[in-house]
């Protein structure tokens, strides 16, 4: 017994060993390129994630291609939020993305403090989520993530292209004073609003 237990510990590491992955470094913020999601890595983790950085908030701002999701984040009533210490991880929507949404939807989640305040935390989660770091702060090997609004969102890494939910990352790692910015292609809407 004790024999197969050996042979069954030993068989299990060598399975192990074998799915390992080699990973290379990317730098913050840059676009992801086909099918570099399976050779990325190297990032620095834990700890201050930015410090002398600007804070998500300013980093939204200072982007004209957030100011949909900035438009949200007032209207939700969570500008002081995204200002504090954190630290959180942003799923930031490009204003294109709002774009696509039916305009009745796009409309309530610009107009409507509760439903602006529904989809801005389903694109944050707490804690500092890199792509391409090790360990437990690794987003592609999270396999999901609980955003603050308390649904669970599935992360799925292809060969070309890293999903949160149906959104795909488009960049990665954007870091400020209080966090990680990730900037994603589709609003991931809450269950409730995305019928």
Same mark, same amino acid.
């Given at each position: 017994?004790? +024999?197969?237990?050996?042979?069954?510990?030993?068989? %299990?590491?060598?399975?192990? %060993?074998?799915?390992?992955?080699?990973?290379?470094?990317?730098?913050?913020?840059?676009?992801?390129?086909?099918?570099?999601?399976?050779? #990325?890595?190297?990032?620095?983790?834990?700890?201050?994630?930015?410090?002398?950085?600007?804070? #998500?908030?300013?980093?939204?701002?200072? +982007?004209?291609? @957030?100011?949909? @999701?900035?438009?949200?984040?007032?209207?939700?009533?969570?500008?002081?939020?995204?200002?504090?210490?954190?630290?959180?991880?942003? @799923?930031?929507?490009?204003?294109?993305?709002?774009?696509?949404?039916?305009?009745?939807?796009?409309?309530?989640?610009?107009?409507?403090?509760? %439903?602006?305040?529904?989809?801005?935390?389903?694109?944050?989660?707490?804690?500092?989520?890199?792509?391409?770091?090790?360990?437990?702060?690794?987003?592609?090997?999270?396999?999901?993530?609980?955003?603050?609004?308390?649904?669970?969102?599935?992360?799925?890494?292809?060969?070309?292209?890293?999903?949160?939910?149906?959104?795909?990352?488009?960049? %990665?790692? #954007?870091?400020?004073?209080?966090?990680?910015?990730?900037?994603?292609?589709?609003?991931?809407?809450?269950?409730?609003?995305?019928?």
């Amino acid at each position: 017994m004790k +024999r197969t237990l050996f042979i069954l510990s030993i068989l %299990a590491v060598g399975s192990l %060993a074998a799915l390992s992955v080699t990973f290379a470094r990317i730098p913050d913020g840059a676009p992801l390129s086909h099918g570099l999601e399976n050779q #990325i890595s190297g990032l620095p983790t834990g700890g201050n994630v930015g410090l002398g950085l600007p804070s #998500i908030l300013a980093v939204i701002d200072s +982007r004209q291609e @957030f100011s949909s @999701f900035r438009r949200a984040v007032e209207a939700a009533g969570l500008t002081p939020t995204l200002n504090s210490k954190g630290p959180f991880t942003v @799923f930031v929507p490009t204003d294109e993305a709002f774009n696509r949404l039916p305009t009745a939807t796009e409309e309530a989640i610009l107009k409507d403090p509760q %439903a602006s305040k529904a989809v801005v935390m389903n694109q944050m989660t707490d804690g500092v989520l890199l792509y391409g770091s090790s360990g437990n702060q690794d987003l592609a090997r999270v396999g999901f993530i609980l955003t603050n609004d308390g649904n669970r969102i599935p992360i799925i890494v292809g060969r070309n292209e890293v999903k949160v939910g149906q959104a795909r990352l488009v960049k %990665a790692n #954007i870091r400020a004073s209080n966090g990680i910015i990730h900037v994603v292609d589709e609003v991931i809407l809450p269950p409730s609003s995305s019928n």
